[in-house]
């Protein structure tokens, strides 16, 4: 079975402390995609970065990292010193290649960044 | 180059009517998805359309939910005799012609339903 858990249900920081957001995945596939998004309040979906099974190197993108680790099936997603405009809830999501390409998505993590 | 489009962004009905929720991919794509978030939960699949085939509906409530995607025309996500239980966010994606396993899905801004 496909699963994707966000154990993480709320987090509150201040302004410029660093938070990580954890996601661990579950699949039978050998093959498959992770993907992460933000929803801010305004309520769209927004793209943050995709990571195939393939590939485990951690990945950096000016404030945000990614950090793939197969052996313990996580995808966790780090933000350094967070700032107000990165209040929103985020979702990790997977994409399995017997899945019909539909994304099985966590229950996401309200992060809440206090000025 | 226009986004996902999704229409009406809100819509509010009452319980036993129905209720019709709209989606233009973006350009050049032709694979839609349809996805449930219901209050402070994550999203759900629904189904996925290609023009004028259904081809995954795995996520779709056996009954009063249906879906097309026309060869004209916009998908359309209809919900028959809606219940409160049907109040929720929901969002349509798209991906490019050649579906691949790699590929992002563009979401639209999501249509929330409100029944009374």
């Known amino acids: 079975a496909q699963k994707v858990t966000q154990a993480q249900t709320e987090i509150s920081v201040v302004e410029k402390e660093d938070v990580t957001l954890d996601c661990v995945y579950e699949?039978?596939?050998?093959?498959?995609?992770l993907f992460w998004y933000k929803q801010p309040p305004s309520g769209e979906l927004v793209f943050l970065i995709r990571?195939?099974?393939?590939?485990?190197q951690n990945e950096i993108s000016g404030r945000y990292s990614w950090n793939f680790q197969k052996s313990t099936s996580s995808f966790n997603f780090t933000i350094t010193a967070s700032q107000v405009v990165d209040s929103a809830v985020y979702f990790c999501?997977?994409?399995?290649?017997?899945?019909?390409?539909?994304?099985?998505f966590g229950t996401g993590t309200r992060l809440l960044v206090s000025p | 180059n226009a986004g996902v489009m999704q229409n009406p962004r809100h819509l509010v009905r009452r319980r036993g009517q129905e209720a019709r929720l709209r989606c233009s991919p973006m350009?050049?794509?032709?694979?839609v998805y349809w996805y449930r978030q219901l209050p402070e939960e994550g999203l759900k699949f629904m189904v996925y359309?290609?023009?004028?085939?259904?081809?995954?509906e795995s996520g779709m409530p056996k009954e009063r939910f249906s879906a097309e995607f026309p060869k004209e025309g916009p998908s359309i996500l209809r919900i028959q005799q809606v219940v409160r239980g049907d109040s929720a966010a929901y969002f349509c994606?798209?991906?490019?012609?050649?579906?691949?396993?790699?590929?992002?899905?563009?979401f639209g801004p999501g249509t929330r339903l409100t029944v009374l």
């Open positions: 994606a798209s991906s490019p012609p050649v579906a691949q396993l790699s590929d992002e899905q563009f």
């Open positions: 699949t039978r596939d050998t093959t498959y995609y």
């Open positions: 990571r195939n099974s393939f590939d485990e």
């Open positions: 999501a997977l994409k399995m290649n017997t899945g019909f390409q539909k994304l099985v």
């Open positions: 350009k050049g794509h032709s694979h």
């Open positions: 359309l290609q023009k004028e085939n259904i081809i995954d």
